[in-house]
Antibody, heavy 120, light 107 residues
């Protein structure tokens, strides 16, 4: 059974940093591209970042470029999101999601999400 | 960036109704369109990929159609478990973008 479990969320002050983790199991993690998607309270879904299967290629939403870094450790089956210079508008539930096996990118499995609150 | 616009933003319907919602892209995205269902407090779930292909395990009452800029998600016979928010998402180019969602509520 595919499982994605996020951790690392919490309360952080503006300008602070946080690292999110996503532990994957039930599939060959090193074969899949992975994504982070976030959702502010009561709002819609926003794509944040993606990484290819071996970690050599990444892309970001403009709103986080230069502040967030996506990475992965295929030996540990874990995806990461390092978040620096956090702002109030980064407050959201952060989901990791697997890019599926189909011809176009999609999010076929999601974690349960971890809440990040940026506030003083 | 490609903007995705969903309509309506919410709708009220009864169990057994046929429900249709639309998603419009700001430029042509071929069939690079996915649909997700999200229930309160839960992660989204993939329903339809490549505009019209049903994800494994998703009931056949869900149907996706469209190509280019205009897409539709139809629920043929609304069931109690279908009351949720539905999001479209384009995969034509980064940044990957979602529509604002359609919330299906109980009438």
């Amino acid at each position: 059974e595919v499982q994605l479990v996020e951790s690392g969320g919490g309360l952080v002050q503006p300008g602070g940093s946080l690292r999110l983790s996503c532990a994957a199991s039930g599939f060959t993690f090193s074969s899949y591209w992975m994504h982070w998607v976030r959702q502010a309270p009561g709002k819609g879904l926003v794509w944040v970042s993606r990484i290819n299967s071996d970690g050599s290629s990444t892309s970001y939403a403009d709103s986080v470029k230069g502040r967030f870094t996506i990475s992965r450790d295929n030996a540990k089956n874990t995806l990461y999101l390092q978040m620096n210079s956090l702002r109030a508008e980064d407050t959201a539930v952060y989901y990791c999601a697997r890019d599926g096996v189909y011809a176009i990118p999609d999010f076929d499995y999601w974690g349960q999400g971890t809440l990040v609150t940026v506030s003083s | 960036d490609i903007q995705m616009t969903q309509s309506p933003s919410s709708l009220s319907a009864s169990v057994g109704d046929r429900v249709t919602m639309t998603c419009r892209a700001s430029q042509s995205i071929s069939n690079y369109l996915n649909w997700y269902q999200q229930k309160p407090g839960k992660a989204p779930k993939l329903l339809i990929y490549e505009a019209s292909s049903l994800q494994s395990g998703v009931p056949s009452r869900f149907r996706g159609s469209g190509s280019g800029t205009d897409f539709t998600l139809t629920i043929s016979t609304l069931q109690p478990e279908d009351f949720a928010a539905y999001y479209c998402q384009q995969s034509y180019t980064t940044p990957l973008t979602f529509g604002g969602g359609t919330r299906v509520e109980i009438k």
